[in-house]
């Protein structure tokens, strides 16, 4: 009896609520990070609070934080069949710095009761879905044709949440139709894209990666 009370005596404290040790054996127990709590003794992980959550990668010292607001502000530029979308970061990153933005491009017909998702053979530079930049070039549409185009944010703990990723929607129209060619130089990061109008006007414009 005196042995079993001679061990217990020596064994750590359990940490209290509303603190956590992520490994077992010697060693501090930690306040729970930002957003998150403990409610139990001998946490080795402190829970995320409502709306707040952690990354796939986050470590449990990590604080847990929340997805991103919408993008803003919003505008476009339309060049016969092509269009460049420039849009302001959200103004709640979800105290994240890893958002970035996935392009929707629905297409809209007048015989048709509602629109429809856009051909495949339309193309984003630099790219429609990860995009790290707040632009982006798109072309190969129909001409004279309504689309609207649905930019959405995410972070590292976007598919944590049950809430579709906020967005911003912008409607446009096309007109005639012109020929955009984009090549990838050397330098990788960037895009050179001429176009030739209808008209007989020639545009360039180069995109970062």
Known sequence: MLCSLSFLSILPAACPQGTFKSTQGPGLCLQCP???RSTVEA????GCRNGYYRGDMDLPEASCTSVPSGPRNVISIVN???VILEWHPPRETGARDDVTYNIVCRKCRADRPSCSHCDDNVEY???QQGLTETRVFISNLWAHTPYTFEIHAFNGVTNKSPYPAQHVSINITTNQAGQWHCTAPCVVY???CSYTAS?????????WE
Not at 43 to 46: F, H, P, S
Not at 199 to 207: D, E, R, V
């Open 80 to 82: 016969e069949t092509s």
């Open 199 to 207: 008209t007989g006007n020639h545009y360039k414009a180069l995109f």
């Open 34 to 36: 930002p957003n998150s």
């Open 125 to 127: 530079v630099p790219r």
């Open 43 to 46: 946490a080795t992980i402190c």
């Open 190 to 192: 960037h895009t050179m």
